[in-house]
């Protein structure tokens, strides 16, 4: 049985103005481990250096997250919405303390 685990996680919309990219999220692009290419065109994309995968390109709509462990992937919208469900904060919070 897989125990549940508890990620940070937004969708990635590659609008210029999108408000809801997470600190973590600024963080990689400041350190180099992400750039968003193309920006502002129809085909605009990030790419997320990883340690795992190598280079990971995220498309509009695709989900960007991180795990308890501080490391980064994506998911299709699709697949995110059909394995992940929200958590209050407070659950958030507690899951990520134990860890």
Known sequence: IKKPVVVDA?????????????????????????????????????????????????????????SAKGEIYWCKKDDFKATYEPVEEKEAIHEHKDI
Do not use: C
């Not at 350190?31 to 129809?42: C, H, K, M, T």
């Open 10 to 66: 937004f969708q990635w919309t590659g609008d210029m103005n999108q408000k809801e990219d997470p600190e973590w999220f600024l963080k990689i692009i400041k350190e180099d481990r992400a750039l968003i290419a193309l920006a502002g065109s129809p085909a605009v994309h990030v790419r997320i250096k990883t340690k795992i995968d190598g280079l990971m390109i995220v498309h509009r709509g695709d989900y960007i997250i991180r």
